[in-house]
């Protein structure tokens, strides 16, 4: 959804969106409909007696279900995300040569958009991927992936893990498998 200034310009635009599942990172996959509701406004800053800076400012809630690969075993691991934001956005290039000095920490967190307006599901993406936490286990000891075979070690052992074999037998190994095949 292109959110631009033109369809804002008249009154503020109420969102009560169901988004499908967009593409986030390799490990993260959205389950059904990602519900985002809020609203978007115009809201003019003055610069100046003349510049009058039209920018975007973005309210929503959002909520879904998603699935989060384990980082030790890769499982997916269901995960309810929820949450909300209060972002401001600025038409590209305003600030420009303006250094820091129209942005302060204080301010509200600070975007920019394109000519071409303002992409909502851009924008909650971000989001999404901001609010999930650094690392997800499927479980606190999670036991991961064996380095040599790829056995899920939750669900069993395989027969590499007691076995702790010197690098060098490993070459020897290898030469003596592929003599064989
Ligand atoms: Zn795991
Ligand atoms: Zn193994």
Known sequence: MLITPLLL????????????????????????????????????????????????????????????????????????????FDLLFRPTGIDAGQGERSISEAETEIGYYEK??????????????LSLPGRTLCREDCKGLCPRCGQNLNQGSCDCEDRTVDPRWNALADLASRMKS
Do not use: M, W
């Open 9 to 84: 310009e008249k009154e503020p635009l109420e969102l009560d969106e169901k988004l499908p599942a967009l593409d986030y990172t390799p490990d993260v996959r959205q389950v059904g409909v990602l519900a985002v509701n809020g609203r978007a406004e115009l809201l003019a800053e003055h610069r100046g007696p003349r510049e009058i800076v039209q920018d975007i400012r973005l309210r929503a809630k959002y909520s879904g279900d998603f699935e989060v690969l384990c980082a030790r075993c890769v499982d997916p691991v269901p995960q309810h995300i929820e949450g909300e």
């Open 116 to 129: 071409s307006g303002l992409v909502l599901e851009d924008v909650v993406r971000e989001q999404v991927l």
